[in-house]
């Protein structure tokens, strides 16, 4: 049986006439659309266990109010090529939690090509949290992702604690823009204790406001950023604060990227107790020269997104030689507070262009 119905006992024929318990638990065991669908409607507490979801199917879930989601055992999905999302949750108040040793694998390397989103095999979105309210997703392993892994769309007031977004094997298998998180069109977010090993941004804030960012664990990928601002359907960044966080062995640390051409905001965004190690690249990279179609810089800093009201504090740690210890490329950036940025060991240097005056940064080399 693949549905049933453990609190009253009932079997799903029954509740389809009798008036549905609000409290039922529900478990389903092997993918079937129908069984979702009722689940939804019946069920307080659901859980999807050990399931693998069909090629080219999102697993879509519409909780229903205050209802909670249990992923449990191990959630494949079947290789296919196409955009996804391969998951998309909506609801409010809602609960999203993974049991013990629950793993959705996304078996990634069957998508992998070291091409990510801009050719090769076309990868799908993993993990889509849209249109969330008051809900909270906590205790979610998620290995292998394709291609992005967690986007919060269209969300307000989610709260996503130890996730843990395992894409160590993309190192030598060919992940490429596995971002851990991306934030867009959402207010009141908060990530913490967020593990990421990936190969892309650890997270990447595009839009939305009032965002806390802390406590994090980011390895391998392009650093915790915003960006890239601009471009899209809504661009603004308002109320944004990164702490107690640790960035390893990434491409950069700190980011703020925002599109050439484009206008939009970035207001009030504070990145605080950060430390640094091994980073590749650049330390900080605050920058206004982003291409969005060529997913370069352009050299050339545009003033229409300006980054206004700016705090780096206490920001702290290593680049390799080979890399940048802090570039900032920005126009009509203002109002930038920057104290206790020590970043050291990169011998490479770019020449910064647009610091606010009088913004007291102090950069320690
Ligand atoms: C996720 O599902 C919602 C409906 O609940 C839909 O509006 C949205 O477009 C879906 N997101 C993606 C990325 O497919
Ligand atoms: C700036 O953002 C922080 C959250 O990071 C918030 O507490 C503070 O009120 C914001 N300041 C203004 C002036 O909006
Ligand atoms: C600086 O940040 C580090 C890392 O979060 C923290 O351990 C340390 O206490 C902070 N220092 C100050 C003066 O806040
Ligand atoms: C600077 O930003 C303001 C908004 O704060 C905008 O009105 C103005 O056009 C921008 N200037 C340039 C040169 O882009």
Not at 43 to 59: D, H, K, R
Not at 61 to 86: S, V
Not at 218 to 232: A, E, K, Y
Request: net charge negative.
């Amino acid at each position: 049986m693949r549905f049933f119905i453990v609190v009253g006992a009932l079997a799903l024929g029954i509740l389809a006439t009798a008036q549905p318990s609000l409290d039922a638990t529900c478990t389903i065991t092997s993918y079937n659309e129908e069984d979702i669908k009722n689940a939804e409607r019946d069920c307080a507490e659901l859980t999807l266990n050990g399931i693998s979801v069909p090629a080219g199917v999102t697993l879509n879930i519409n909780l229903k109010q205050g209802a909670k989601l249990t992923f449990q055992g191990t959630l494949t999905w079947e290789f296919y090529e196409w955009d996804g999302p391969l998951v998309n949750i909506t609801g409010a108040d809602v609960e999203i939690v993974g049991a013990a040793n629950h793993v959705l694998d996304a078996r990634g390397t069957l998508w992998w090509d070291g091409k990510g989103g801009g050719g090769g095999k076309i990868k799908p979105i993993f993990f889509v949290a849209h249109g969330l309210k008051n809900s909270i997703i906590r205790d979610i392993t998620i290995k292998n992702p394709p291609n992005h892994a967690i986007w919060i769309e269209d969300s307000d007031g989610v709260v996503a604690q130890d996730v843990y977004v395992d894409s160590i094997d993309g190192d030598t298998l060919g992940g490429h823009n596995t971002d851990g998180f991306n934030v867009w069109r959402s207010n009141d977010v908060t990530l913490q204790r967020i593990t990421v090993y990936n190969q892309d941004d650890c997270v990447a804030i595009k839009s939305g406001t009032n965002i806390l960012v802390k406590d994090n664990y980011c390895s391998g990928g392009h650093g915790i950023s915003i960006g890239s601002v601009g471009g899209r359907d809504y661009n603004i960044v308002e109320n944004v604060l990164v702490s107690n966080s640790q960035i390893l062995n990434s491409d950069n640390g700190v980011r703020i990227k925002t599109v050439y051409g484009a206008t939009g905001s970035v207001t009030n965004v504070t990145y605080e107790n950060i430390i640094l190690k091994h980073i590749n690249k650049f330390g900080v990279a605050i920058e206004g020269d982003y291409n969005i179609n060529t997913g370069s810089p352009t050299g050339v800093a545009t003033g229409g997104v300006p980054i206004k009201h700016f705090t780096l504090k206490n920001v702290t740690g290593t680049v390799k030689k080979s890399g940048v210890n802090v570039y900032v490329l920005v126009k009509n950036a203002s109002d930038w507070h920057w104290s206790d940025v020590h970043v050291t060991g990169g011998e490479k240097t770019k020449k910064c262009e647009g610091i606010p005056e009088g913004s007291d940064i102090t950069v320690k080399g």
